[in-house]
C-alpha cells in the first residue's frame, strides 16, 4: 500500500482479554517497528522485525506481550491477559532499511482502551 | 544512558510568530537525528534527518541545527500557522538499534 496501514483504529476491551493489533507495513520495507506511546508520553520501544526474524525484542514489557511477522510483510501484537496499563496507542512503523540509518514512516496507530 | 531531552515541554504562541524548539541527547555513539511532527491522534511525520556532520537542513518553514559537539539540536518554525499545532518529536538513532525518542514538545499556535 501507499502508506503503513495499521487495524483497527480503535480498541475497547475488558481486562483479561487477549487483543490482537496488525501492522501492513508499506510494500518493500524490509524493516517492520512496534512502539507503545502512553497519553503525554514519548514513544516506547517494543520490538523490531528485519524480514521475519527479530534481533530485537527488548522492548517488549512482559510475556503477555508477543508479535510475529510473516511473509516478510504484515505483523500482528497480540497482547494477552490486558491490563488496564496496557491501555495506550500502539504505533508501527517500516523502514526499507534499518531505521538507524533509513527513513522511518509510521502508521495511524491502533488506540487501546483497556476497562 | 542514552536519553533525549526536550524543552520546552510546551509551548503557546500567536499564529505568525516564530519559535524555537530544543533538544539534547547524550546518545552515543551517534548516527544521525531526525525531527518528527506529531499531530493528534496521527503517526508521527518526518520532517528532517541529518547526520553528524550536517548543522542545519531546512524544510519549509522548519529549520533543524545540530551540534554534534554539545549533543544539541534545534527546530526553528518560522511564520507559524495554525496548522503547525503538534507534537514535535526529537529522535536519535545509534547504527542498528532501537531510535531512542524524546517525550516531545507540545506547541499550541494561536489565532
Known amino acids: 500500500g501507499a502508506g503503513v496501514s495499521q487495524s483497527p483504529s480503535n480498541k475497547v476491551t475488558e481486562k483479561g482479554k487477549d487483543v490482537e493489533l496488525r501492522c501492513d507495513p508499506i510494500s518493500g520495507h524490509t524493516a517492520l517497528y512496534w512502539y507503545r506511546q502512553s497519553l503525554g508520553q514519548g514513544l516506547e520501544f517494543l520490538i523490531y522485525?528485519?524480514?521475519?526474524?527479530?534481533?530485537?525484542k527488548s522492548g517488549l514489557p512482559s510475556d503477555r506481550f508477543s508479535a510475529e511477522r510473516t511473509g516478510g510483510s504484515v505483523s500482528t501484537l497480540t497482547i494477552q491477559r490486558t491490563q488496564q496499563e496496557d491501555s495506550a496507542v500502539y504505533l508501527c512503523?517500516?523502514?526499507?532499511?534499518?531505521?538507524?540509518?533509513?527513513?522511518?514512516?509510521f502508521g495511524e496507530g491502533s488506540r487501546l482502551t483497556v476497562l | 544512558k542514552n536519553q533525549v531531552e526536550q524543552s520546552p515541554q510546551s509551548l503557546i504562541i500567536l499564529e505568525g510568530k516564530n519559535c524555537t524548539l530544543q533538544c539534547n541527547y547524550t546518545v552515543s555513539p551517534f548516527s544521525n537525528l531526525r525531527w518528527y511532527k506529531q499531530d493528534t491522534g496521527r503517526g508521527p511525520v518526518s520532517l528532517t534527518i541529518m547526520t553528524f556532520s550536517e548543522n542545519t537542513k531546512s524544510n519549509g518553514r522548519y529549520t533543524a541545527t545540530l551540534d554534534a559537539d554539545t549533543k544539541q539540536s534545534s527546530l526553528h518554525i518560522t511564520a507559524s500557522q495554525l496548522s503547525d499545532s503538534a507534537s514535535y518529536i526529537c529522535?536519535?538513532?545509534?547504527?542498528?538499534?532501537?531510535?531512542?525518542f524524546g517525550k516531545g514538545t507540545r506547541l499550541s499556535v494561536i489565532a
Open positions: 529522535v536519535v538513532s545509534l547504527l542498528n538499534t532501537p531510535l531512542v
Open positions: 512503523a517500516s523502514s526499507l532499511i534499518p531505521a538507524g540509518v533509513g527513513e522511518l514512516f
Open positions: 522485525f528485519q524480514g521475519n526474524s527479530a534481533p530485537d
